[in-house]
């Protein structure tokens, strides 16, 4: 099993920054990749950033790109996304999510933290 907590959300105005965090727990040796997800109220879950845990290779959604940046730190087993210029469409909540490697989902899911912006 793998335990992820997230941080970092808050109010911010538009325009804002806020960097998440996210720190995996448990048996994470095997872990391939991890992911931020969001879900703002009456909306699905959408995908917003994805890194590979060796590689860092990264990858992100089309509304976000170019404003947000994912990050990790291996030896602390923390996943980070810096999230700057802000809108009021980015209000979610958002999630931390790990796959482990050759499993093609994501398996473990934090339990989010809330993130609004106000215009």
């Known amino acids: 099993q793998v335990q992820l907590v997230e941080s970092g959300g808050g109010l911010v105005q538009a325009g804002g920054s806020l960097r998440l965090s996210c720190t995996a727990s448990?048996?994470?040796?095997?872990?391939?990749?991890m992911g931020w997800f969001r879900q703002a109220p009456g909306k699905e879950r959408e995908f917003v950033s994805s890194i590979t845990w060796s590689a860092g290779s990264t990858y992100y959604a089309v509304s976000v790109k170019g404003r947000f940046t994912i990050s990790r730190d291996n030896a602390k087993n923390t996943v980070y996304l810096q999230m700057n210029s802000l809108k009021p469409e980015d209000t979610a909540v958002y999630y931390c999510?790990?796959?482990?490697?050759?499993?093609?989902?994501?398996?473990?899911w934090g339990q989010g933290t809330q993130v609004t912006i106000s215009s």
């Open positions: 999510a790990s796959q482990r490697l050759g499993v093609g989902i994501y398996e473990y």
């Open positions: 448990g048996r994470t040796a095997n872990t391939y990749r």
